[in-house]
T-cell receptor
Framework: KAGVTQTPRYLIKTRGQQVTLSCSPI?????VSWYQQTPGQGLQFLFE???????NKGNFPGRFSGRQFSNSRSEMNVSTLELGDSALYLC??????????????FGPGTRLTVL | DAKTTQPNSMESNEEEPVHLPCNHSTISGTDYIHWYRQLPSQGPEYVIH???SNVNNRMASLAIAEDRKSSTLILHRATLRDAAVYYC??????????FGDGTTLTVKP
């Protein structure tokens, strides 16, 4: 079974631009979560989508948004990019909605650099 | 949100046991403790999780203090492939995860 795939793997943008990242979960998985990883802040939860609905949201500004399609694939969008948005963006999928005791499967991430 | 505290780095010799500590003094009664590890250039992967009782699986053991304010991930025989950043995570009833800063484990041959 194929793992979680994220595209693109690397991306370079300039300040003020917007970017869209894509995540395809493991086949049959219905939940997709997004995380931001930076050297300074570590791993931080962005949001979770389940059945095309945002279930949970972390403490990020409204410039960060996402959506999920009927086939469970998810996209994350960041508008008006800032230098501090440079990070590794990780997507994780799980069979059902994330609960206290189930496992998440992470993709390799998209490395975003903002110049 | 509850927080976790981990040592920045630890070293181990190959084939010896490794005990990775995590403090989570503000854990709530319903938070689960999860451990994930991240190998270089990869996303995190699941290791183990638990609530109150000690847990074992094929990868590791998780020892949880009686007051749940700390836990220890135990790798019984470290191999070179276990070199990674290990994250102690609290997962709440809403399904939100709070990651610690992680411990970088170096395994020496």
């Amino acid at each position: 079974k194929a793992g979680v795939t994220q595209t693109p793997r690397y991306l370079i943008k300039t300040r003020g631009q917007q970017v869209t990242l894509s995540c395809s979960p493991i086949s049959g998985h219905r939940s997709v979560s997004w995380y931001q990883q930076t050297p300074g802040q570590g791993l931080q939860f962005l949001f979770e989508y389940f059945s095309e609905t945002q279930r949970n949201k972390g403490n990020f500004p409204g410039r960060f948004s996402g959506r999920q399609f009927s086939n469970s694939r998810s996209e994350m969008n960041v508008s008006t990019l800032e230098l501090g948005d440079s990070a590794l963006y990780l997507c994780a999928s799980s069979l059902n909605r994330v609960e206290v005791n189930n496992e998440q499967f992470f993709g390799p991430g998209t490395r975003l650099t903002v110049l | 949100d509850a927080k976790t505290t981990q040592p920045n780095s630890m070293e181990s010799n190959e084939e010896e046991p490794v005990h990775l500590p995590c403090n989570h003094s503000t854990i709530s009664g319903t938070d689960y403790i999860h451990w994930y590890r991240q190998l270089p250039s990869q996303g995190p992967e699941y290791v183990i999780h638990g609530l109150t009782s000690n847990v074992n699986n094929r990868m590791a053991s998780l020892a949880i203090a009686e007051d749940r304010k700390s836990s220890t991930l135990i790798l019984h025989r470290a191999t070179l492939r276990d070199a990674a950043v290990y994250y102690c995570i609290l997962r709440d009833v809403a399904g939100k995860s709070t990651f610690g800063d992680g411990t970088t484990l170096t395994v020496k041959p």
